[in-house]
């Protein structure tokens, strides 16, 4: 009883939180789950996460992340179920929805070892916003850097030399939902998954937040009306 | 009938039983300001602590105390929502205390008959900041285990019986079997501080003066105030909640202990700032143990520093007191926010030359 | 402030909308307290994950006639066997007199399922893990399981049959949820 009652608030309150956002837009900038009200826009996550299957989970691994959990990202039983089939573990058995992410064997470039990423954004400051610029980030040296072996040029990593390699380009990975997968498209993308990933209870958050101010709003006016008549009437 | 006679057997048995009853049934001076009603905020926030406390230590686990943190916040129900209240009840737990001192201090509150009542809750900041202290390096994260680390390696530095002490409460290197010990005197502060306060309500109580003509009932005059002042730091806590949940609180711990990064200045929460800078007004592992006792323990004695007579608030005293408030928060800004230079180390030491040579200087010269 | 107006006696000519007043600020803290105290309890209930590891859910329908599925649950090693028409007309002829610890078949089989015997596979005499689940282990002269520690020898429905052990298999609490499938505990 309780639990639905609660359920619905907590469902209410997605439902407006994703329709008082517009779609993400790369210019400018602008991610649904930026600011104090944002929300994880869940197509663009269920496309991040393609991009981090296809193209970063060779290096980086998730392990604070199950396959089940991608249910909140609006996938199927089913298709978490066919996902998870598709991975095959260490050990040789295909993963299953409760499996955590696979890890990839650890592969050190240079000394420097891929962080996971679970919970990359809030490990960084600039988030979403840092990882997306970063991502997108990689470029020819300017003259006079000399790259370290190994290195690569991006302008967004601190000391512009980091060691890992670009590895979006457009159509590094096929949307199942027809979005053009240009290489912006894909770093905003897997950023809002990652995001999620960092803060999964984000729009949830948000959501009871919003509840919960305008209730304790509601009941600090009540309670101070009602301590100021009875002052009054008691003296 | 039946219940009352109940009340009479207990109350004949359990002294102190009927205390609540007693409460309500109070009469106290009308008029009472807003800010009377901070103690029982704090207690509000204490037991706030104690229950989102109970809830999380099942799902701790001293020797993976990051993976323990996050499985809290993505796989326990409603998790992530425990942790927030008790990070946010720290953090609203300090703000009110210090609020409370500062108040005390402003209204002279802690001259005789209340220096029995300053002094619990004085023994209350103590108590909270350990416990504090101790909640921040149980997240796992890298700040929270650097300051373990320093702390650690500073104690094992200690000659003599402060030395065995410190071994005794750490156990050895900073890791898990630390963080085990350092969870179970967590717990134990935690049922301290619920000790503590109650002990303050009981002090204050009695150093109330007597009452001159009728007086107010507690109920409903005053449980109108506590429940309107209730639902205020209800709206903030919610506020911090849903929105900047973290605010205050260190960023370093979001990344695990176990990453080869050792942070150049450990972010404390903000709580811890102004105890940190303290600590960094003398120079050494020594000289920061030392000016964390000698803090307390002026405080502790400031009803004997202050040599005032009667109730006459001295002109220069107040702007003292003042100053002191914002020396305090500078200290904790300049902690958090590093910067070079000697103002962080003046401004400790401002601290301490309040309290030992202003207080009983200007307060004897301003009561003659 | 508190300037006072009436004496505490008199009836304040708002009593009515004091009331209601008194009474919605009463009410919302009740909610207020209730849905700050709603999660912790939350938390403690267990989630999907924790209810699915204490009462685990077992797949029955691959087990052949004639052998047995171990899985561990809440750490004992139990037993799921399938028994052909054959040893449950054997088994039922068996006279009470000649078992150690005597008990009917209807009280074995799995109640609603007839063919499915589920045991905890732990010897009774002393502690040690029994063999017999394939029809290509040693079974024993009754069918069943012996146990390679003692050489307790228990038939198809887990009834001791040869000592030292006393005492028929433990059977724990389960239930069939359909045809294929049951859940333990």
């Known amino acids: 009883m309780m639990r639905r009652f609660f359920a619905s608030l907590l469902a209410g309150g997605l439902l407006a939180g994703v329709g008082a956002h517009a779609q993400d837009t790369l210019a400018p900038l602008r991610f649904q789950s930026d600011g104090v009200f944002g929300s994880i826009d869940l197509a663009a996550a269920q496309r991040g996460f393609a991009v981090y299957q296809g193209v970063c989970a060779s290096c980086h691994g998730m392990k604070a992340l199950h396959y089940r959990d991608l249910e909140a990202l609006g996938l199927t039983p089913e298709q978490v179920a066919g996902i998870a089939a598709g991975v095959k573990l260490a050990d040789g058995h295909a993963a299953t929805p409760n ?84 290489t912006a498209q894909e770093a905003a993308d897997v950023a809002e998954f990652l995001t999620w990933s960092a803060d999964p209870n984000l729009s949830t958050r948000h959501a009871v937040g919003v509840r919960a101010v305008i209730f304790f709003a509601f009941l600090v006016i009540v309670a101070v009306l009602t301590k100021r008549r009875i002052w009054r009437e008691r003296g | 009938m039946r219940v009352e006679a109940k009340q009479g057997w207990l109350a004949s048995r359990v002294p102190g039983f009927t205390c609540v009853r007693d409460m309500l049934c109070e009469s106290r001076s009308p008029g009472a300001p807003w800010l009377a009603t901070l103690p029982t905020l704090l207690a509000a926030m204490l037991v706030l602590l ?43 737990a300090f703000a009110l205390l210090y609020l409370h001192l500062f108040r005390i201090l402003l209204v002279r509150g802690y001259r005789a008959p209340a220096e029995f009542g300053w002094m619990l809750w004085v023994k209350l900041l103590v108590v909270l900041l350990l416990a504090g202290w101790m909640g921040f390096v149980l997240n796992g994260g890298v700040g929270g285990h650097s300051s373990l680390f320093n702390a650690v390696n500073a104690a094992m530095l200690l000659p003599g019986i402060p030395g065995a002490v410190a071994m005794w409460v750490f156990g050895g290197a900073s890791g898990g079997a630390t963080l085990a010990r350092l969870l179970v005197f967590h717990a134990l502060l935690a049922l301290c501080a619920a000790w503590i306060i109650l002990m303050a309500f009981a002090a204050d109580k009695k150093a109330r003066p007597v009452l001159q003509g009728p007086g107010v009932p507690f109920w409903p005059i005053y449980a109108a105030q506590y429940f309107a002042a209730l639902s205020v730091l209800a709206l903030v806590f919610a506020v911090l909640l849903g929105f900047v949940p973290h605010w205050g609180q260190g960023t370093q711990n979001t990344i695990p202990a176990a990453t080869a990064v050792i942070p150049a200045a450990i972010s404390y929460p903000w709580y811890l700032t102004p ?86 200087l200007v307060t004897m010269m301003e009561a003659a | 402030m508190a300037e006072s107006t009436a004496g505490p006696d008199a009836v304040p000519p708002e009593a009515g909308r004091r009331d209601f007043l008194k009474i919605l600020a009463m009410a919302g803290g009740a909610v207020g307290v209730g849905s700050v105290v709603w999660p912790l309890l939350g938390a403690l209930t267990p989630g999907a994950g924790g209810k699915a590891q204490a009462r685990p859910i077992i797949n029955v329908s691959d087990i052949a006639e004639n052998s047995a599925k171990a899985v561990q649950w809440a750490g004992l090693p139990i037993l799921i066997r399938r028994l052909t028409d054959q040893q449950i007309a054997v088994a039922s002829v068996v006279a009470m007199a000649d078992l150690p610890d005597p008990a009917e078949v209807s009280s074995r089989v799995a109640p609603g399922n007839r063919h499915f015997v589920v045991v905890v596979g732990l010897n009774t005499g002393i502690p040690c893990q029994l063999e017999g689940n394939s029809p290509t282990d040693p079974r024993g002269h009754y069918d069943g399981w012996v146990c390679p520690c003692d050489g307790s020898e228990y038939d198809v429905l887990g009834r001791v049959r040869s000592g030292p052990a006393k005492y028929n298999l433990a059977i724990p609490r389960f239930t069939f949820i359909n045809n294929n499938q049951i859940q333990l505990g």
């Open chain 2, 275 to 360: 105890a940190a800078g303290l600590a960094g007004a003398f120079p050494g592992v020594a000289g920061h143990i030392c000016a964390m006792i000698l803090a307390a323990a002026l405080l502790y004695a400031l009803p004997w520093l202050d040599r005032s007579r009667g109730a006459r608030h001295g002109r220069v005293y107040m702007a003292l007191t003042w100053l002191l408030g914002v020396d305090v928060l500078m200290l904790g800004l300049v902690t958090a926010f590093p910067m070079g230079g000697v103002l962080p180390k003046l401004l400790g030491l401002w601290f301490y030359f309040h309290f030992l040579v202003l207080t009983p």
């Open chain 2, 50 to 92: 104690l229950a989102s406390g109970v809830v999380l230590a099942p799902f701790y686990d001293p020797r993976h105390a990051y993976a323990a943190l996050q499985t809290i916040m993505r796989d326990v129900p409603g998790g992530w929502l425990v942790l927030s209240y008790h990070q946010i009840g720290a953090s609203l």
């Open chain 1, 99 to 182: 499996s955590r992410f696979k890890q990839p064997p650890l592969v050190s470039r240079g000394g420097a070892v891929p962080p996971d990423l679970s919970s990359i954004v809030a490990q960084r400051s600039g988030g979403t916003h840092y990882i997306y610029d970063f991502l997108t980030g990689f470029g020819p040296a300017p003259a006079g850097v000399t790259l370290l072996t190994g290195h690569s040029y991006n302008g967004a990593f601190p000391g512009g030399q980091v060691a890992m390699p670009a590895v979006l380009h457009d159509n590094a990975v096929a949307y199942a939902d027809g979005t053009k997968a240009t």
